[in-house]
């Protein structure tokens, strides 16, 4: 039996796996914090409920892939510490985030998310880490539905220009 074999909590974690892992948690860290900001800021009430949704998906997400890096040995990356809570009429009107705005951020970090959990999903040797991450993308893909739902119905979708083929008739 070599080292890769028998039960996967018992293999090591390779360089690219805890590399992989420790800047998703440290990416995740940061969204969490933005969106807390961005709920301050946002004045639609599903748009603020999309942003607590995602903030607990990603709290979840590093709940369950830190005790991976702690078991290994590796230390997580910091926590940041939670926003207070305000109003969004609190905030100046200049220096306060649109839904819209929010939206499309949002809409970005979700195109973003897929990628980094394929990518760590694609070095995987550990297949419970690899189902860790599976899950994950399942769950991002099914929250960036959602938002591209409601971006549609509140009119926020920011589209390229639509490619229409001339058709010339001869």
Known sequence: MGVMSGNPKNEPLHYGEVIGIWAYVAAN??????Y??????????????????????MKNEN???????????????????????ASAEEVPQGARF????????????????????????GQCFREDVAMHFMKFHADR??????LLRLTKEKGWLIMPPLHQQNKQES
Request: aromatic fraction near 2%.
């Open 29 to 34: 860290n940061g969204l969490i914090s933005m």
């Open 141 to 146: 893909a099914s929250a960036g539905g959602q």
């Open 36 to 57: 807390e900001s961005f709920v301050n800021h946002a004045g639609d009430k599903d748009l603020v409920t999309a942003l607590e949704d995602q903030i607990k998906m």
């Open 98 to 121: 649109m839904d819209p705005e929010i939206a499309a951020i949002m809409a970005a970090n979700a195109g973003q998310g897929l990628v980094s959990c394929s990518q760590v999903l």
């Open 63 to 85: 709940t369950t892939i830190e005790k991976v890096l702690k078991e290994n040995g590796v230390n997580p990356p910091p926590t940041l510490p939670s926003r207070g809570k």
